[in-house]
């Protein structure tokens, strides 16, 4: 898997820095996936994809 360039990019101290975490889970017996997001950035679930 290729890293996109902007995940590739070196931080600057002139940004800020910032964190999100996501999981993604399944269902052993349902085969049933599941993602939760968490991030400092207000309304982060607008830039999550689901469906």
Do not use: C, N
């Amino acid at each position: 898997m290729r890293l996109p360039l902007l995940a590739q990019a070196v931080y600057s101290a002139t940004e800020p820095l910032a964190h999100t975490f996501s999981i993604v889970a399944r269902d052993p017996k349902t085969g049933e996936m599941a993602v939760a997001v968490q991030s400092h950035w207000f309304s982060v679930g607008t830039s999550v994809s689901w469906g």
